[in-house]
């Protein structure tokens, strides 16, 4: 089968047989040329096509060259078995002249390619050399040097074309995943992967190949206690909810996509509607979430100078205004430096940047970029706790302990505790910075026992006098007196017993300490050395246990604590093995504790 493409308009010209006549399908508003030209050869793929003769332009814009382009799309489509048939262009004009209108005409100069000037030509004499042309096997890398290759005509920025690449390459790690199947069929339907610069950085680039078999990955996210992901990308459409669908997919959750993005909205319009929207969603959310966020949401933000106006950066801004606690990830083509510090400065510590092609990344490159991603998602949702942990916090800055008492020693506790920069704050903040750091978690767990200490000193709450009168008494809430320790005569009596014994976090040098208790009806004889140490202990079981009916359980909790914060947290004494780490939720520990004594207090 010989091809001979021509204009719409001239197919009513009579030919022999021996050519077969088509044009290009009719272009809509949605198509452009490298997509007309992918169209028509789908058309004739298992075809057993010779040769193909054409002008030198195929469209009514000449200058447009189409014919050429139209060719190197046939070289480029390498899963066409007529891809190297010889090509036959005819035109007026000569052949320096053509080679010095445009770049695309490098490709008249080689192998398998004739140009001939139709008015010293006939189409006779076209099939007479057609048929006694010998083809020549192609040498692609030789080819490489005949072809001009212009940006994605389709795609009007490197973000566009960074989105639908990553898109592309990610995707061929699961391709042997039934899960991922829509993700594939998505992007297997990219206008993209049908333009020149597709096909040509598919073909030369260095990066190397990705076989379903040999190199298929299945991504294994931890969510924590995520319920609900939601995913704010103007391309999602393109495939993105299915991306993320599919490497969440081991995750019981639930997905939220923004799909109202409408071009001829202006940014102001699109920043509110996203306002309302994810207000809305946190508002709705009594669950941990996590934001997935694009930096660039409009196409006015490709105009802009200063990344603070970033249409992503302004709505960062906006959720963490509500909860500084949500935990959110940038997912960006934009691969500057200068948008992941400014992303630093708007508290959101999570970025990871989508391949594009000009960063002809190997084969191990891109699955790390995926796991990159999928580790930034990870961290977030590892540290979502912070967006309750702030509500948490904020509820009980709200209330104050005994808010309005007209108490000196208790505003100055509320001062300290809940004001501005106060003990709560810094307890926040400094999570915020990084909660796996263990400086952190140990300045935290020093500040939790400081508030509760000044807390317990309250005279409101309890007055403890061992070392001086041998006295202890908590103030229940209704007025009534619990007197914990007495000294009648000589002999200080408790109705706390301490009992003596090892944590399991103890290296085998250290002593026995303070482990537990017992709580007895009747005062006993107190055995234990009246030290600042067993006082603070004493006066937690008393007021916990009494005042506020805290389970045992936890007050020992409190106690083992209290004791790493002594050996480790304080003063590093060596009593603890250097293996045993604290956790963030020892942390939540004294916030959930510090709930149940605050609103108590409160409402008194």
Known sequence: MNILILKKENLKYEFDDFFQLDCLPPSDFEDHLDLRIHKFLMNYYNDPIQSITIPLSITNSYLEFSGLIFAHHLRLTRNLNFC??????????????????????????????????????SFDKIKLAINGYKSKSIDLTKLKEFLFIESSRNLNSHHSIANEWALIRYSRFFETFVEANDLIEKTQSLNYTKTLHFKFTELYSERQKITQKKHSFMPEINLFQVTKVVVIDDDFAKGWAEFYKFILSTNDIKFEFYDVFDKANSKDDLISELKRYTQEIITNTKSELIFIIDLRLHEDDFELTSQNNLSGILLVDFIKSINPGIQIVISTASNKVWNYRKCLEHNVKYFTVKESPETYNTRKESLQNIQELCWQIEKAAQNSFLASLYTKINELRKKQFLLGSKNPEIDDFNRIVF???????QLFNLLEIDPDKESIKNYCLILCFQILERFCDLKTIADFNIRTNGSAKVFLAD?????????????????????RGRFNFQTESANFTVKSFEVENTFSLFSESTSIDTTAIIKFISILTFRYN?????????????????????????????????SVGEIIFFIDLFEILFNEAHNC
């Open 419 to 425: 004001g501005f920069n106060g003990q709560f704050s």
């Open 84 to 121: 190297d048939v010889p090509v036959v262009f005819y035109g007026v004009l000569e052949l320096s002249e053509i080679l010095k209108l445009t770049p695309y005409a490098r490709i008249l100069l080689s192998q398998n390619v004739e140009y001939v000037n139709i008015e010293n030509y």
């Open 479 to 499: 007025g009534t007196i619990i007197d914990v320790i007495s000294k009648p005569n000589n002999d200080i009596l408790s109705k706390i017993r301490l009992i």
């Open 550 to 582: 805290i389970e045992k359980s936890v007050i020992e909790k409190l106690i083992e604590l209290r004791y790493y914060r002594s050996n480790v947290a304080a003063h590093l004494t060596g009593n603890v093995r250097a293996d045993f780490k604290l």
